[in-house]
């Protein structure tokens, strides 16, 4: 404990602030350059080695002092989010709330690692075996996918989740956040290196990138072969950015652009109760409803409904959706694209169930989709036809995140179909390898 008190002493006299952040007083350290990247790279894949030599009951110690950790030093967290949070007015009402922390946040952070260490232990575990005709054994196992790279935006929740996430499943972690979020991250990153150390396991399993121009967000990108795979985590500049740039393998956590679609047997008091939530509970995360889609012979009583208890949300909509709710914008073809992240929505009526799959065949995002309804071979026909990373039945798009579905948690939810799609939790960060056993043969 005297190390990392001693560490944060040292720290305060040498404080960086990110590029474009006003500095504080005291002598600035440089900032890491692609070589700054590549040694903290280096020295990832030096200690993933012996994390993925470990056994799980470690892994799940290690976790646990990294929760302790958190709850030890929320006092220390807190203050550097708000010093974030003072420099950062021009961002949006959701842009900051994904920003902010509190002393709950914090501790759902450290029940979220204590939970993801509870999980089955995936590392060595046999995906599958046969014994062929000539006596070799063969064996299919999972192992760690080496070092994993984040690069993401707003949310210091997942400078935690993805390093518990990836530790757990054997792998090192390089975390490159945002500069609005940069003495949050660090907080926290620094929270966790220290429990890393008082397990007996080198620090260097988690590395954060303290750069964050876009200079320094394209060298981190650009690791190569220092880096087994990247998962960007942001918008779509970000995500754009990867696809072009990125010299890493990547996963991309895409944008959440989630269609609802209330059928025509659809229970409305179900309805009104999962649209509420999957618009209002939290609007600025990407497993929130954007479009609504409403079966025209529910569309006047649901809208009606929908007026009141959606009275703090913006609605654009189509012709049919305007003539019964007034309050209602004209919805425009962008509007049905768009992955708003606020209090607002886009509406349309249709008039049949493939009139509503075409519609979100056409914009969907393939993160998340849902259908309202009371039809058995309706429920199956969208479950069947929708390409989607996920599709739910009567239930609300916002369980569509790791820690709801019983991963502990998500390094983030994939959108594309390899080699992970939907939340990706520590199954997820493991690939296989073969192993064959012989006496001896040869092949002839």
Known sequence: MLNRYARRMERSTVDTPPPGRSPSAGTAEPVPNQVGL???????????????ASSGALRGQLLEAMATALENDITEILLANRRDLDGSAALTVAQRDRLTLNAARVEAMAASVREVGRQRDVVGEVVDGWVLPNGLRVRRIRVPLGVVGVIYENRPNVTSDASALALYSGNAILLRGSSQAFYSNRAIVESLRSAISEVGLPEGLVGMATETSREGALAFMQ?????????????????ATVRSQATVPTIIDGDGNCH??????????????????????????????????????????????LDEELAAVELRGDERTRQICERALEATEEDYAREFLDLILAVRVVDSLNEAIDHIRRFSSGHSEAIITESFANAQCFEREVDAACVLVNASTRFVDGGQLGMGAEIGISTQKLHARGPMGIEQLTTTKIVIEGEGQVRH
């Open 38 to 52: 590549e040694t903290m790279a280096k020295e990832a894949r030096a200690a993933q080695r012996w994390l993925a």
């Open 223 to 239: 690791l190569g072969a220092a880096m087994d795979v990247l998962i960007p985590r942001g918008g779509p500049e970000l995500i």
């Open 260 to 305: 609802v679609y209330v059928d025509a047997s659809a229970d409305l008091g179900m309805a009104v109760d999962i649209i509420k939530n999957a618009k209002t509970q939290r609007p600025g995360v990407c497993n929130a409803m954007e479009t609504l889609l409403i079966h025209v012979d529910v569309a006047e009583p649901l809208l009606r409904l």
